[in-house]
Nanobody, 124 residues
Framework: QVQLVESGGGLVQAGGSLRLSCAAS????????MGWFRQAPGKEREFVAT????????DYADSVKGRFTISRDNAKNTMYLQMNSLKPEDTAVYYC?????????????????WGQGTQVTVSS
């Protein structure tokens, strides 16, 4: 069982930066693939980024490549999402998720545990 808690969301102007954190409880955090997803009002939840248990493998949605960076610190049971050059279309609730297995997973259905989400609002 893994409990996930996101933090770091807020209001930022376009072009600004935010860093989201996802704190996990449980001794097996380091064995999970982790991911970030987001959901804007009236839209479906969409994939943002994913990282393997070791941090050696990452993947990103095309819309955030070159602007967002996913990372993790297994000693701190924490995952991060550094978001730079933010755009109004990045406005959404951001969720972190954990998946059993050793691969990169882009589909939300493959994740076993979810946090409650943190709001990110980018003003133009």
């Amino acid at each position: 069982q893994v409990q996930l808690v996101e933090s770091g969301g807020g209001l930022v102007q376009a072009g600004g930066s935010l860093r989201l954190s996802c704190a996990a409880s449980g001794r097996t955090f380091s064995s999970y693939t982790m991911g970030w997803f987001r959901q804007a009002p009236g839209k479906e939840r969409e994939f943002v980024a994913t990282i393997t248990w070791s941090g050696a493998g990452t993947d990103y949605a095309d819309s955030v490549k070159g602007r967002f960076t996913i990372s993790r610190d297994n000693a701190k049971n924490t995952m991060y999402l550094q978001m730079n050059s933010l755009k109004p279309e990045d406005t959404a609730v951001y969720y972190c998720a954990a998946a059993r297995g050793g691969f990169l997973y882009l589909a939300a259905a493959l994740y076993d545990y979810w946090g409650q989400g943190t709001q990110v609002t980018v003003s133009s």
